[in-house]
């Protein structure tokens, strides 16, 4: 049995390939919810559907969003009524009452669907729907997510982190924004000064995820600030880590990221944006999976390989590398 932490790309990528060293039976994936949105009232769980969309066979790899070869008639039409009505095209973040009205799970999250900043394919759009839908009939997310991972015809084990709200909010020199905002519609442009995880402090990792954490883990390469941070602000999934073998591939090779934002949130925040960071940010982990190349000597056991994944076999070759890690310190 073993665990994986996901957000972002990086865990989804290395999972591309992990099948063939954990058996996905026998494997849960738990996946960040920090940067879900509420837009035009459906809740997208972008970290959620990545793994939902790539355990089904349907991802788009060239994005690592979305379905693929998904059409996007609704979304062209919400911005060209937009334009036609004067309206603004930019993130429309709903006031603040409206924010924590009616729907709990959505709070501090909601945008408007007028222009709609971030792309949502047609088929893609229907997962939102329904996910809302079954909410709105009274089932918590997790349940709601289990029902979509039979849906896709997963094997491995999709839980969200918390069935309770966490919304990543970035505090910018150009004021605070939701992390979506900040990501998708900024392309993080502005300079980072905080990272906040509003509601964190009231959420709590379900019973699933607690005995899912009673196993060894792996945190992929995610970005350890907005894909791992909302689960590590949950004090009990924290304590949990702290009691159980942790394995970590660093999303660093030195100081060099591979992908996204994570060295600009991690300088934000006050960390070093290295693998050194990395290990400060970590301290429940007890092994590191880093690249080759990677020169960072650290007070903890380390499996050095090519930790790039563009594929299958990358992927494969660093959950080899993981799971070596792992019979290192379990």
């Known amino acids: 049995m073993v665990t994986f932490l996901a957000g972002g790309t990086g865990t989804p990528k290395l999972l591309d390939g992990a099948d063939a060293v954990f058996d996905p039976t026998e494997t849960t994936v738990v996946a960040n919810t920090g940067d879900d949105v509420e837009l035009g009232g459906h809740l997208v769980c972008p970290d959620v559907d990545t793994v939902l969309f ?52 959505a709070r501090w999250r909601r945008f408007s669907g007028v222009a709609e900043f971030m792309e949502i394919g047609d088929r893609d759009r229907a997962v939102h729907l329904t996910r809302t839908s ?41 004021g605070a924004m939701h992390f979506q905002e900040y990501w998708v519609h900024r392309r993080a442009a502005p300079d980072v000064r905080d990272v906040e995880f509003r509601g964190a402090a009231s959420a709590t990792p379900t019973p ?37 073998p942790v394995v970590a591939v660093s999303p660093f090779v030195d100081e060099e990221v591979f992908s996204g934002p ?34 960072t000597e650290l007070d903890r056991p380390v499996v050095r390989t090519d930790t790039r994944i563009d594929g299958p076999d990358d992927a494969e070759r660093v959950a080899r590398a993981a799971a070596e890690a792992l019979g290192e310190v379990a």
Request: hydrophobic share 45%; no cysteine.
């Open 134 to 174: 079954l909410l709105d009939e009274g089932h918590p997310l997790t349940v709601v997510t289990r029902r979509l991972a039979d849906a896709f015809d997963l094997e491995v084990d999709l839980l969200p982190m918390s069935d309770d709200p966490v919304a990543t909010i970035v505090h910018t020199d150009e």
């Open 208 to 244: 699933a995820v607690r005995e899912a954490l009673s196993e060894p883990v792996v945190v992929g390469p995610s970005n350890p600030v907005t894909s791992i941070g909302p689960m590590l602000a949950m004090d009990a999934l924290a304590d949990a880590l702290d009691a159980t």
């Open 54 to 105: 790539h355990g089904g066979g349907v991802l788009d790899t060239d994005t690592w969003w979305g379905i693929a070869d998904d059409t996007t008639a609704t979304h062209e039409e919400l911005s060209r009524l937009a334009e036609a009505a004067g309206l603004d095209a930019g993130p429309r973040y709903l006031d603040d009452e409206a924010q924590t009205a009616g729907r709990d799970i």
């Open 262 to 295: 994570a060295a600009e949130l991690m300088a934000g925040v006050g960390r070093e944006p290295s693998t050194a960071g990395v290990a400060a940010a970590y301290p429940f982990v007890d092994a590191f999976v880093l690249d080759a190349a990677d020169d």
